[in-house]
T-cell receptor
Framework: SQTIHQWPATLVQPVGSPLSLECTVE??????LYWYRQAAGRGLQLLFY??????ISSEVPQNLSASRPQDRQFILSSKKLLLSDSGFYLC????????????FGSGTQLSVL | KQEVTQIPAALSVPEGENLVLNCSFT??????LQWFRQDPGKGLTSLLL?????REQTSGRLNASLDKSSGRSTLYIAASQPGDSATYLC?????????FGTGTRLLVSP
């Protein structure tokens, strides 16, 4: 069966520090991968999605970047965090075969102080 | 640009009630619609997925309907239980990505 792992679960970082959040998927090949952010009291905002290794689409201009070095690995990064980067970050995957269900990781609560 | 709205934003009901959560979307050109549940501080769990060609899906006490032409979906929860307390989100799928509503926060009191 397919599983998705996301870590860390919580993270407290000072303004200006770098960020690296990692997400891996097991039990499937060539998944579509997504990074979402959920700010307090707001809906989920799609940040990046990827349909294959090295293929990244950005939905909103921001201080963050994403990379997909391996088929089932998706990384969210920042060189210098801003206060506004605080939020709940969720990684997700879906099958590349048609429009199917989206499966989410357990999320990372990021607090930038 | 697709916009998804959920009403009400919050709902509080006593245990045992049947309830309906609403979701509306502006662009009817969708592949499917999903309903998710999110517990506080947790990821999302997919509850039901309705393909654009379908009208409804059922799972246990949950029933979701889709009227693509009017841009509406409802999630019906029968005989609500305290364990149903969570935020419920709907999301519509366009090309390769989902657009989420802001959710309905449900509290079922014993």
């Amino acid at each position: 069966s397919q599983t998705i792992h996301q870590w860390p679960a919580t993270l407290v970082q000072p303004v200006g520090s770098p960020l690296s959040l990692e997400c891996t998927v097991e039990g499937t090949s060539n998944p579509n991968l997504y990074w979402y952010r959920q700010a307090a009291g707001r809906g989920l905002q799609l940040l990046f999605y990827s349909v294959g290794i090295g293929q990244i689409s950005s939905e909103v201009p921001q201080n963050l970047s994403a990379s997909r070095p391996q088929d089932r690995q998706f990384i969210l990064s920042s060189k210098k965090l801003l206060l506004s980067d605080s939020g709940f970050y969720l990684c997700a995957w879906s099958s590349s075969q048609g429009a199917g269900k989206l499966f989410f990781g357990s999320g990372t609560q990021l607090s930038v102080l | 640009k697709q916009e998804v709205t959920q009403i009400p934003a919050a709902l509080s009901v006593p245990e045992g009630e049947n309830l309906v959560l609403n979701c509306s979307f502006t662009d009817s050109a969708i592949y499917n619609l999903q309903w998710f549940r999110q517990d506080p501080g947790k990821g999302l769990t997919s509850l039901l997925l309705i393909q654009s060609s379908q009208r409804e899906q059922t799972s246990g006490r949950l029933n979701a309907s889709l009227d693509k032409s009017s841009g509406r979906s409802t999630l019906y929860i029968a005989a609500s239980q305290p364990g149903d307390s969570a935020t419920y989100l709907c999301a519509v799928t366009g090309f390769q990505k989902l657009v989420f509503g802001t959710g309905t926060r449900l509290l079922v009191s014993p």
